[in-house]
Structure formats: structure tokens, C-alpha cells
Nanobody
Framework: QVQLVESGGGLVQAGGSLRLSCAASGRTWIIHLMGWFRQAPGKEREFVAANRLSGDSTYYADSVRGRFTISRDNVKNTVYLQMNSLKPEDTAVYYC???????????????????WGQGTQATVSS
């Protein structure tokens, strides 16, 4: 099993920045793909960014590409989401997720992921 704990959410004005962290523990060596998703009130959970550990490929949703950056620290077993130029529409609960197998494709589907964190709230005021 893998446990994921997010932190770093908060309230920021439009144009500001936040950095989210996701600390993984347990059987971290089985993780092949890490992702960030978000869910705003009344909306479905949507893909934000992902990092494939083998080859270090990164993937982004069109809505955040160029503003958000996913990265990881293998020593700390932590994945980060640096969010810059934030907009009010980025307001959501942000979830970290991990997949213990990944063969390509569907990095943006919640069904690909086996483990989820509890979420952290990010609020962007206008």
C-alpha cells in the first residue's frame, strides 16, 4: 500500500503562486506514475499534471500548461506542483494520486490511479 499526504494549499490573489506538496510513504517503490487532479464545487474531478517516473516524462492539461510545473524529489519521496499566474478558475481541491502500474496512455484518467491523497484546498481570489 501507498499513502499520500498533500499540503501547501491556501488563499492567494489572482496572479500569485502556490506550491503544493505530496509526500508518499509505504511501498513507494511500486509507484510508476504520479498525478495531480483537482475538483471544484459542482464539477467533476479533472486532470492537472502527471509525471511518469521511468523516463521522467511530464504531462499537463491545456488549461495549466505554461503556468504549472510538476516535479519530484526522489530522496524525499515527494511530488510538487508549482502553480504560477493563478486564476480564480484554478480554485479547487487538489488531489495527489499514484499508479502502481502504467503502460502508457490514459495518464489523465482518474481510473488509471490506485492511490489518492485527502486533498488540499487552493483558493484564488480575484
Amino acid at each position: 500500500q501507498v499513502q499520500l499526504v498533500e499540503s501547501g494549499g491556501g488563499l492567494v490573489q489572482a496572479g500569485g503562486s502556490l506550491r503544493l506538496s505530496c509526500a508518499a510513504s509505504g511501498r513507494t517503490w511500486i509507484i510508476h506514475l504520479m498525478g495531480w487532479f483537482r475538483q471544484a464545487p459542482g464539477k467533476e474531478r479533472e486532470f492537472v499534471a502527471a509525471n511518469r517516473l521511468s523516463g521522467d516524462s511530464t504531462y499537463y492539461a491545456d488549461s495549466v500548461r505554461g503556468r504549472f510545473t510538476i516535479s519530484r524529489d526522489n530522496v524525499k519521496n515527494t511530488v510538487y506542483l508549482q502553480m504560477n499566474s493563478l486564476k480564480p478558475e484554478d480554485t479547487a481541491v487538489y488531489y495527489c494520486a499514484a499508479a502502481d502500474r502504467y503502460y502508457g496512455g490514459s495518464f489523465d484518467s482518474p481510473r488509471t490511479y490506485d492511490y489518492w491523497g485527502q486533498g488540499t484546498q487552493a483558493t484564488v481570489s480575484s
